[in-house]
């Protein structure tokens, strides 16, 4: 390993400084508002990215079903925002107006009660945190205190997403069915379809998504993030060191499931809909391809890899169409099998190590030594 | 069914079965309060499964475990930990992503909750402690150095002091030696003699050299039953011993 | 519910529903026997397995079309013949990866499932670019189909039959691979303990090969055979995988016993439920039954108690 | 499949291309030509759309990667068809039309995106476009918003009207109650077995076959039921029906289940000779699938067959084998696509401008008499009137064209007393 934790911690800084200056000043500025708009989707995903940086790439637990928390946080913020959308008035040639156009064709009458609460701005804000966060509460303190792990937890998960997308197409009159909630309007009056409010939405985006990553950075470089790494190599000594480890995963799920959670309330305001195609198998895959290709390690490179990857995937199915599926499978592979460290692992070991000055520029720090 | 008892770790009955196939039987142990016992004995004869059963890493079939003249059968092994019992394994079992300082930091006893962890301070006394700590294992010049770039002999140390630094009563190393070399031995066993001061050690060791070097009382184990124990001599002089194990 | 209907009828509709579960029984095990090999030998999931069974069915449909162009008096039998060039199709594209891809990610289990997904990938575009993005119609030979009248109002279905028989087939044959064979002997030794079963003068990495490429082999087998029950087009083997893995998961690593139990369990519930509950709910509550198990015997419901 | 399209290509359409668009030429001569004098850019295009002088771009918004390319292949071929067949023409308003293809790459969001795109970007006169109703939802409030046109062609659930989109597919109940009313006639039904994928257009779809069966008809539904998508298993819902015994199995499954569906249908000796089935979601092109052998005898209720015996069709049928291969079959979607082009041609020179604003309310009353399926004409609702057609399936994966209804259907998206 050529460059020590203190080189790859300043990098880190580096790293996030560079992407802090990329999505909030450059792409703005060489970007007209329909691309910006296509990255501030893309971004969302990158939360997801983030989120497996701390449970997969740190802690080992690969969760194939971060969709379905990526879901549930959108389709909060989607039932505020529907509900908003569909005042009375705006409604009135439906038979019972005042109820998301959905419930209406399926012949609901009145508003379910689960879907009262979400009038509330309040309320909707903390279920979007809150309903991702407690479903991976239950699921986790289920699985990892019975010691479930591995692949048994990446089909157990997947096998949940599959689930949540059979229920949410299935009761329609609920959920919107397989067409989702769409032709969202306004917050709190606000209308989000126009330009400038696309602007301002990109940047709160942004804006959580580099607070998000500082969190996450928080939690890594703290005592708890060394014990998440140590899990992961060693999870039997965490537990001869005295420590639950299942309440560190639990933990860790949850917040990487928040985490998922927010940029698909994120994706709800900026895409203006919502559908259950976002919640399924694939998409939770292509999230984990994101994290792999940037660098399951870091927070940084989750970012960049899902810009990358989402960007080749505008071109290439611009382009080249057919060649879309090769190139992304290749990828993959290419990234699993050569470069297991995603770019971020090209940058730390291969091309600084290559820079000359590098060696001089930081100086190792070392740790703490005994006060006298 | 077992009575009160004075040992710190009294095994009263113990047996345990994989699919049918009894790795221990019906097995009494008493492990005195600042004893050192060696447990040897051939392939398969169950050593690593006591330990495993101490700790909780495989649950009893039968039979009952006191510490402290307290039932820890079915306590969960972070649990049984916190009671002071450590526990090294046969392989150096360390966390080679992270620093030798950030190694032994993890395994203090304190910040072993989730919000203790995620805002544990690393104070003046900690870094002290663990430069102690690591002075002990030999390892004092190798603080920062991550784990996965020490020697064989320093990750067997590292680990020690990982259990060294959770200051536990009962200490139960699985070959210590194991991938050492001669000089290392000696050190270990150095280390060893040091560190028994305070408390009870259960070693698992093949070398007979290094068991001579350490012991004070022997339990040969065969087929997952105690076949003698007493002082290396008496143990060695024993005939069925002999025929078992050390005949060949 | 069944009020209106007389003792007789509702008699022979059990007996009809009890082998539809036994024909989804036979589908489940089928799907999942090729997988669970690769399971069990690697402790990894193949994500790529319906691919692989697409593949089979791809086969047979160019069979089909070979038989109909240049054999049409053989064509009653052309069945056969596809199953054998599936099975060598899909074994040989599975050695080829296995050599390719999987035996360098040995170490990385998760990594396996990652690096198989993007093979899935690739496979999918394959397909289509060389069948197009329709799916294909595979004709079956007259006597593959129809059904058996067993009293006049039992009927069985002769392709479930032959599904039925043919898993029986390959599970048996598996068994006797794995218990009397010495590669079964073999693969036995790696999964219990690969290092020793190396130094002992096993050529694991000839073993992992095969067992992959068998294990692909029989996926290819039953794509061939699921021609006659499903679709067959690019995407169509992402329709089987949930199922399949869950057979495999919940069955638990290293056993065969397991698998089959595992693909009985399921099968029964799921087609008991249907007849209930209408199919999406049904599926549902399968998914989460089976969910709910796995959290009560982690790893899997057929495993034995080991040392670990 | 055709190679690979750059995307911004000027349809010059080569020679075989252009024997297409004479074949068509024949069927549409009566059309007016307008000549380009008459009608100055400026004139025809106060918004700023791609209008030039000499040409004026259409988008074209169909998955041609992910699970629905398989599905709306045959959309965009007969909509490029469509495009080649005008350009032969002379154009509209004397401009060539030019097409810009994105891929909606079965995902919705890249609907919404490639549509934005198409109408901000590219300022894009049409869009023909779309194949799922979610699709088409995602991309709604884009068009209403930027105020594009868009030609749907799939028939769909209804409960939708809007002054940016013309329906040329049937809506729900245009497909369902002629052939409910002549399966009852003909086939005296009195009891039926409601099946269906499980999402929205299934369901809406049998619930005004259940309403219009129970409450119009007065006969019986004696069972319904839904599947996941993808879904593979039929065994346990044909042993109810077997139970049931209804007179019309009603099936509107889709996708790879329909394979696996009349597939075991067949196996489990079902012979839709015998029993009768009606569906409304398998055309031509499904069939391809499943086998003619596995659905042969069973009804479909459409608009369009690619049997239909009429001039109009058969020039049709003849160009788009010519351009896109012999091999191909013609299905209701297709077919549908194809009425796009030509629809908004002929609205833009009723309407004489390309302007949305004007482009959309000229629409009401504009017909097509070249149309394939016969005549169609545009209602107030942006719906076609059209025929409903009973077909009857063929082994050789064709329908027999077993009825027709005399009068064209009026589309009703908001059926009452069917919600």
Request: contains cysteine; hydrophobic residues 50%; aromatic residues 10%.
């Amino acid at each position: 390993m050529a460059a020590t934790r203190t080189d790859s911690r300043s990098l880190e800084l580096i790293g996030f400084a560079l992407i802090a200056l990329l999505i909030m000043v450059v792409l703005p500025l060489m970007l007209d508002i329909f691309r910006l708009n296509l990255v501030g989707k893309y971004l969302t995903y990158a939360f997801v990215a983030v989120g497996l940086v701390l449970c997969w790439g740190h802690t080992g637990i690969l969760s194939l079903g971060q969709g379905v928390f990526f879901g549930l946080g959108g389709y909060c913020m989607a039932a505020f925002l529907k509900l908003e959308a569909s005042s009375v008035e705006n409604t009135r040639i439906q038979s019972t107006p005042g109820i998301p156009d959905f419930m209406d064709w399926n012949q609901l009458t009145e508003l379910p009660f689960f879907w009262v609460p979400f009038k509330s701005l309040p309320f909707a804000l903390i279920a979007v945190v809150a309903v991702p966060a407690i479903a991976a509460f239950i699921l986790g303190a289920a699985m990892f205190k019975r010691r479930v792990g591995g692949v048994y937890f990446a089909i157990i998960t997947q096998a949940l997403a599959s689930v949540l997308t059979i229920l949410i197409i299935g009761r329609q009159g609920y959920t919107g069915g397989i067409n989702g909630i769409t032709d969202l309007r306004t917050l709190l009056g606000w209308d989000i379809r126009t330009d400038n409010a696309k602007y301002i939405l990109y940047f709160v985006c942004c804006f959580l998504l580099l607070g998000i990553m500082l969190l996450a950075r928080f939690v890594l470089a703290s005592k708890l993030g060394r014990i998440l790494v140590a899990t992961r190599d060693q999870e039997d000594r965490v537990r001869f060191s005295g420590y639950d480890v299942a309440n560190f995963k639990i933990f860790v799920f949850c917040l990487a499931s928040a985490m998922a959670a927010i940029g698909g309330a994120m994706f709800a305001l900026q895409v203006g809909f919502m559908s259950p195609s976002f919640v399924g198998i694939v998409p939770s895959i292509e999230m984990v391809i994101f994290c792999a290709v940037g660098g399951r390690h870091s927070l940084v490179g989750a970012v960049v890899g899902t810009l990358v990857v989402n960007w080749g995937k505008t071109l290439f199915s611009e382009s080249f169409p057919e060649l879309w599926l090769f190139a992304m499978g290749g990828l993959f592979i290419a990234v699993v099998l050569a470069f297991p460290r995603g770019l971020a692992g090209l940058v730390t070991d291969q091309l600084i190590p290559r820079l000359p000055h590098w060696r001089g520029w930081t100086h190792r720090q070392p740790s703490p030594a005994p006060a006298e | 069914m077992a009575s009160d008892t004075d040992f710190l770790l009294a095994l009263e009955n113990v047996s345990v079965s994989f699919d049918g196939f009894k790795a221990v039987n019906g097995l009494n142990l008493y492990i005195d309060t600042g004893e050192l016992r060696v447990i040897i004995g051939p392939n398969g004869a169950g050593k690593t499964t006591v330990l495993d059963l101490i700790c909780g890493r495989t649950r009893v079939s039968e039979g009952s475990i006191k510490f402290k003249n307290q039932e820890i059968t079915g306590r969960k092994e972070q649990e049984i930990v916190r009671l002071g019992i450590g526990r090294k394994f046969q392989t150096p079992t360390i966390y080679e992503d992270l620093t030798v300082f950030e190694n032994l930091e993890l395994s203090l006893p304190r910040g072993r909750s989730v919000v203790g962890a995620l805002f544990w301070k690393r104070a003046d006394e900690v870094i002290q402690r663990v430069h102690e700590i690591a002075a002990t294992v030999f390892l004092a010049d190798h603080v920062d150095r991550l784990a996965a770039t020490l020697s064989h002999g320093q990750k067997q140390w590292l680990e020690i002091g990982m259990l060294l630094i959770q200051d536990p009563e009962l200490l139960m190393l699985d070959e210590p030696v194991a991938g050492m070399s001669v000089s290392e031995r000696a050190k270990t066993a150095e280390l060893l003699n040091q560190i028994i001061k305070n408390r009870s050690v259960v070693v698992i060791e093949h070398d007979m050299k290094f068991v001579e070097s350490i012991a004070h009382r022997v339990t040969v184990l065969h087929q997952g039953k105690v076949l003698a124990e007493g002082n290396m001599q008496r143990v060695q002089s024993d005939p069925k011993v002999k025929e078992v194990y050390l005949g060949h | 519910m069944f009020g209106e209907y007389s003792l007789g009828e509702l008699g022979s509709i059990l007996v009809m529903q009890g082998f539809a579960g036994l024909i989804l029984f036979s589908v489940f095990l089928l799907m999942a026997l090729g997988l669970a090999i690769i399971f069990g030998q690697m402790g990894v999931i193949n994500m790529a397995h319906g691919e692989f069974m697409i593949l089979g069915a791809y086969m047979t449909y160019l069979c089909s079309h070979l038989f109909e162009a240049y054999l049409p008096s053989l064509y009653g039998g052309y069945f056969f013949a596809a199953m054998i060039i599936a099975f060598l199709a899909a074994g040989a594209l599975g050695l080829l990866v296995e050599w390719a891809l999987v035996r360098r990610l040995y170490a990385r289990p998760l990594d396996t499932l990652l690096a198989t997904w993007g093979l899935s990938l690739i496979m999918q575009q394959a397909f289509r670019s060389t069948f197009g993005a329709r799916e294909v119609g595979v004709e079956l030979p007259q006597w593959m189909m129809g059904s058996l009248n067993v009293t006049g109002s039992i009927e069985v279905q002769i392709n479930g039959l032959f599904v039925m028989g043919l898993t029986l087939l390959i599970t048996a044959a598996v068994a006797v691979l794995l218990f009397k064979s010495k590669w079964g002997l073999q693969v036995r030794a790696v999964v219990a303990n690969r290092t020793m079963s190396g130094a002992v003068g096993i050529d694991t990495r000839r073993i992992d090969r095969l067992t992959f490429g068998l294990g692909c082999g029989i996926a290819g087998v039953a794509g061939s055979a699921f021609t006659m029950i499903g679709s067959t087009g690019p995407t169509a083997g992402q329709l089987y995988i949930v199922d399949t893995f869950l057979v495999v998961v919940f069955g638990g690593a290293q056993s065969l016993l397991g698998t089959v139990a595992s693909a009985l369990s399921i099968s029964q519930s799921q087609s008991a439920l249907e007849f209930f509950l209408t199919g999406s709910m049904a599926k549902v509550l399968t998914l989460l039954m089976v969910i709910g198990l796995l959290m009560l015997r982690p790893q899997g419901l057929f495993v034995l108690k080991v040392r670990r | 499949m055709s190679p690979r399209k750059p995307p911004f290509r000027l349809a010059t359409p080569s020679r075989r291309q252009l024997l297409a668009g004479a074949a068509a030429l024949s069927a549409a001569a009566f059309l007016p030509q307008r000549a380009l004098a008459d009608f100055p850019t400026a004139q025809v295009n106060t918004t700023g759309l791609a209008v030039t002088d000499a040409d004026v771009t259409v988008g074209i918004l169909h998955s041609v990667t992910g699970t629905m390319a398989i599905s709306e292949t045959g959309s965009v071929e007969a909509e490029k068809l469509a495009i080649e067949q005008i350009n032969a023409q002379g154009g509209v308003l004397g401009r060539k039309v030019k097409f810009i293809q994105e891929d909606g790459a079965s995902d919705w969001p890249t609907f919404a995106e490639k549509a934005k795109k198409l109408l901000v970007n590219d300022k894009v006169a049409s869009v023909m476009g779309c194949w799922t109703s979610a699709s088409r939802k995602a991309v709604l409030p884009v068009f209403e918003q930027y105020n594009g046109m868009l030609y749907y062609p799939t028939f769909y659930e209804g409960l939708e009207a809007s002054k940016n989109v013309i329906y040329t597919g049937q809506e729900a109940t245009q497909q369902i109650i002629a052939g409910l009313n002549w399966v009852q006639k003909e086939k005296n039904a009195k009891t039926f077995y409601l099946l269906g994928s499980d999402y929205i257009w299934p369901r809406t779809s049998n619930k005004i076959a259940r309403k219009h069966i129970e409450n119009f008809l007065k006969l019986k539904v004696v069972g319904e039921e839904y599947f996941p998508l993808g879904h593979t298993q039929f065994n346990s819902v044909i042993n109810k029906m077997k139970l049931t015994k209804p007179d019309v199995i009603y099936a509107i499954i889709v996708g790879g289940s329909n394979v696996a569906f009349y597939k075991q249908l067949k196996a489990a000796g079902v012979d839709l000779t015998k029993q009768t089935l009606m569906t409304i979601s398998v055309t031509e092109d499904e069939i391809l699938g499943i086998g003619g052998e596995n659905i042969v005898g069973g009804y479909a209720c459409m608009k369009y067959f690619e049997s239909l015996d009429n001039t109009n069709n058969k020039s049709f049928v003849a160009a788009f084998k010519k351009m896109w291969g012999d091999n191909i079959v013609i299905g209701d979607v297709t077919q549908a696509a194809y009425l796009g082009p030509w629809l908004w041609k002929l609205t833009v020179e009723k309407a004489g401008s390309f302007d949305i604003d004007k482009v959309s309310g000229a629409s009401p009353g504009v017909e097509f008499k070249g149309a394939p399926e016969g005549y169609v004409r545009i209602h107030e609702n942006h719906h076609l009137w059209s025929k409903t057609r009973v077909g009857r399936a063929r082994a050789d994966g064709q329908y027999d064209l077993i009825y027709e209804t005399a009068d064209l259907m009026e589309p009703d998206p908001f059926p009452k007393g069917y919600q």
